[in-house]
């Protein structure tokens, strides 16, 4: 099993940025990959980044070349940096594993709120 447990949401101005944080606990042995989704009210879940194990990253269209995905090995954390926030990625985001064999995880989301 892995917990997760995010932080570093909050309250930002358009154009502003904020740094996610998800610190993982448990069977991180058995992690394959990482990652942030956000989701909406009504909405479904929809990817905002990935890393694997190996480094490689993955990123919405919509998020390239603003956000930053990066772990930090030592200490079991996830990070999502965001720049140049717009209204629109205003909603709760939240941290996912994939791990061996083929569990997945999150944790409890972290409202992040954009303001003009």
């Known amino acids: 099993q892995v917990q997760l447990v995010e932080s570093g949401g909050g309250l930002v101005q358009e154009g502003g940025s904020l740094r996610l944080s998800c610190a993982a606990s448990?069977?991180?042995?058995?992690?394959?990959?990482w990652g942030w989704y956000r989701q909406g009210a009504g909405k479904q879940r929809d990817l905002v980044a990935h890393?694997?194990?190996?480094?490689?990253?993955e990123y919405a269209d919509s998020v390239k070349g603003r956000f930053t995905i990066s772990r930090d090995n030592a200490n079991n954390i996830l990070y999502l940096e965001m720049t140049s926030l717009k209204f629109e990625d205003a909603t709760v985001y939240y941290c996912?594993?994939?791990?061996?064999?083929?569990?997945?995880?999150w944790g409890q989301g972290t409202q992040v709120t954009v303001s003009s």
């Open positions: 448990g069977n991180i042995r058995s992690i394959i990959r």
């Open positions: 996912h594993v994939l791990s061996s064999p083929y569990m997945n995880y």
């Open positions: 890393i694997f194990s190996g480094g490689r990253t």
